[in-house]
């Protein structure tokens, strides 16, 4: 299996702008989790989604942040608009079993805005 | 309000010798704890992970201990080796076990 996948990997863009990471999680996981990885924060929980129906979004920091599931094989994380204390790094990870047990990562999308 | 923390931003250790990294959580209510180990430039990948009706878990090189009174715990790995050096993270989950809380992360740092 290919694990997780993210992209892009990378992502520059200006204040203001949409930005749309995407995610396509382990084929067969029910549960699929976005994280945001800060110095400050450590990594936050943002939503997390089961059976393609978001479960809990309190970790969503403002209504700028939206996500979406459209089907088992595919979610985006979508920013609009966009600004400076959003640059982070933003994982996707997916799992069988809710998030209790292990969660398989992807490689992150590391997103600088200017 | 951080439920669970890694106090120790980051840990240097020769190799060859035992790495230590602890973590503390609040919430009475976590009964499930995890360990990630996470390299530059990837995803986080799960290390071991230890139940509440245990105080000890072990694999390989790599124990973890849990002080639920304390509501404490920490990864032991013996003995370290250079391939060790990355962040960790912490992180617990309750009974009802749909999502995961995690620490900020201890970057270990392991000497040749």
């Known amino acids: 299996d290919a694990g997780v996948i993210q992209s892009p990997r990378h992502e520059v863009t200006e204040m203001g702008q949409e930005v749309t990471l995407r995610c396509k999680p382990i084929?067969?996981?029910?549960?699929l989790f976005w994280y945001r990885q800060t110095m400050m924060r450590g990594l936050e929980l943002l939503i997390y989604?089961?059976?393609?129906?978001?479960?809990?979004d309190s970790g969503m920091p403002e209504d700028r942040f939206s996500a979406k599931m459209p089907n088992a094989s595919f979610s985006t994380l979508k920013i609009q608009p966009s600004e400076p204390r959003d640059s982070a790094v933003y994982f996707c990870?997916?799992?069988?079993?809710?998030?209790?047990?292990?969660?398989?990562f992807g490689p992150g999308t590391r997103l600088t805005v200017t | 309000d951080q439920q669970v923390k890694q106090n120790s931003p980051s840990l240097s250790v020769q190799e060859g010798r035992i790495s230590i990294l602890n973590c503390d959580y609040t919430?009475?209510?976590?009964?499930?704890f995890l360990w990630y180990k996470k390299y530059p430039a990837e995803g986080p990948t799960f290390l071991i992970s230890?139940?509440?009706?245990?105080d000890k878990n072990e694999d390989g090189r790599f124990t973890v201990f849990l002080n639920k009174s304390a509501k404490h715990l920490s990864l032991h790995i013996v003995p370290s080796q250079p391939g060790d050096s990355a962040v960790y993270f912490c992180?617990?989950?309750?009974?009802?076990?749909?999502?995961?809380?995690f620490g900020a992360g201890t970057r270990l740092f392991v000497k040749a």
């Open positions: 990870a997916s799992s069988r079993d809710g998030g209790r047990y292990e969660q398989y």
């Open positions: 084929s067969g996981h029910d549960y």
């Open positions: 989604f089961n059976n393609n129906v978001p479960i809990d």
């Open positions: 919430n009475s209510m976590f009964d499930y």
């Open positions: 230890i139940s509440s009706i245990k």
């Open positions: 992180a617990a989950s309750d009974d009802r076990g749909f999502k995961t809380i």
